[in-house]
Nanobody
Framework: QVQLVESGGGLVPAGGSLRLSCAAS????????LGWFRQVPGKEREFVAR????????YYADSVKGRFTISRETAKNTVYLQMSSLKPEDTAVYYC???????????????????WGQGTQVTVSS
């Protein structure tokens, strides 16, 4: 059983930084990609960033490029999202997700991901 556990959310002023963590467990993840999505009430879940566990190739949404950095620690099966220069519009529940087909494609649609964490709230005050 795959489990994804997020941590690190909270309240931060605009311009500040925050680091989210996602600890994955349940099976080997070398062929997976892990990603971050976010969602605000009444809107679709939005892709943020993605990283291949093997090789570390990354991919970002345009809205966060240059401000957010996704990284991984393969020995711990953990993925991080370092968020800097935060804006009020970054406020959302952030979800970690796992894509079993992490090597052959770059998936940005939530339906392409097989496993999800419970989410962590990030609030950026203006």
């Amino acid at each position: 059983q795959v489990q994804l556990v997020e941590s690190g959310g909270g309240l931060v002023p605009a311009g500040g930084s925050l680091r989210l963590s996602c600890a994955a467990s349940g099976r080997p993840f070398s062929s997976y990609a892990l990603g971050w999505f976010r969602q605000v009430p009444g809107k679709e879940r939005e892709f943020v960033a993605r990283i291949r566990m093997s090789g570390g190739t990354t991919y970002y949404a345009d809205s966060v490029k240059g401000r957010f950095t996704i990284s991984r620690e393969t020995a711990k099966n953990t993925v991080y999202l370092q968020m800097s220069s935060l804006k009020p519009e970054d406020t959302a529940v952030y979800y970690c997700a796992a894509d079993r087909d992490g090597i052959t494609r770059i998936a940005t649609m939530s339906g392409s991901y097989d496993y999800w964490g419970q989410g962590t709230q990030v609030t950026v005050s203006s």
